[in-house]
């Protein structure tokens, strides 16, 4: 099944966070080479490379919502209460999903986490997973830890 590499600038501000889609590409060394490309120029060169991210998407193949979309429906508040659950159980954090729902800190990093699980592969879930606990609610897993995490929530 072919995959693209999705590159992805991204980073907050007073006001939110601004998300740019930069490309899509052919592997993850030509999503690198864009990543060098871009931080040369203007705005992106204010920020640092971390603001880079990649993501591997399968070509031809309906990656969500594919029974429809229907705002917090039922089954993704279902999802995001057991998504919450299994990530707390594991950082120690006592929040209930509608407390998260409200801190934003906390509920982007659950959506950023819903999001890359998306890929099958676990090792750049976990990493990615460490990256948005620990720049968004301060906490960090030890491996095998994370790596129990990413297995359970890849089951969800």
């Known amino acids: 099944m072919d995959k ?18 930069l490309g899509a590409y052919s592997s993850q060394e ?5 990543i060098e490309r871009y931080f040369k120029l203007d705005g992106f060169r204010d920020y640092p490379k971390a603001c880079f991210w990649t993501y ?3 070509v031809d193949v309906d990656e969500d919502w594919r029974e429809g ?23 120690g954090i006592t929040q209930t999903a ?8 906390y ?3 659950l959506c950023e986490i819903s999001y890359i699980l998306r890929t099958e592969d676990e090792e750049k879930i976990m990493h990615y997973i460490n ?5 968004n609610v301060g906490t ?8 129990e995490l990413t297995r359970e929530l890849m089951n969800l």
């Open 30 to 34: 030509k999503a690198d080479e864009a």
């Open 107 to 109: 509920y982007f990093a």
């Open 98 to 105: 509608a407390e998260a729902w409200d801190d934003k800190d």
């Open 69 to 91: 979309f229907e705002s917090a429906s039922d089954e993704n508040v279902k999802r995001f209460v057991r998504l919450t659950d299994i990530v707390n159980s594991y950082t």
């Open 140 to 147: 960090e897993l030890e491996e095998d830890e994370c790596r």
């Open 4 to 21: 693209v590499f999705v590159l992805v600038h991204e980073y907050e501000f007073d006001e939110g966070r601004e998300t740019k889609m």
């Open 56 to 58: 591997e998407m399968d």
């Open 131 to 135: 990256k948005v606990l620990r720049e």
